[in-house]
């Protein structure tokens, strides 16, 4: 039962990410083994700030 829990947890927690907008690191990880393996991943740190500039620094990415 616990595990079910923390299974339904989980996915609601990566629909409220995708809902708000926050980046999914480990989705990104996933990506690029798949489909580009002989990169090498982001850090969690130039991944947050690459979404960041690309969400924020984009013109017509904002109403304001």
């Given at each position: 039962?616990?595990?079910?829990?923390?299974?339904?947890?989980?996915?609601?927690?990566?629909?409220?990410r995708r809902v708000i907008g926050a980046p999914?690191?480990?989705?990104?990880?996933?990506?690029?083994?798949?489909?580009?393996?002989?990169?090498?991943?982001?850090?969690?740190?130039?991944?947050?700030?690459?979404?960041?500039?690309?969400?924020?620094?984009?013109?017509?990415?904002?109403?304001?």
């Amino acid at each position: 039962m616990i595990a079910t829990a923390r299974a339904w947890l989980s996915r609601a927690a990566v629909v409220v990410r995708r809902v708000i907008g926050a980046p999914d690191y480990e989705h990104y990880l996933a990506h690029v083994r798949e489909r580009q393996p002989g990169r090498t991943p982001l850090t969690r740190e130039q991944f947050t700030r690459s979404q960041l500039i690309a969400r924020y620094d984009t013109p017509g990415s904002r109403c304001c």
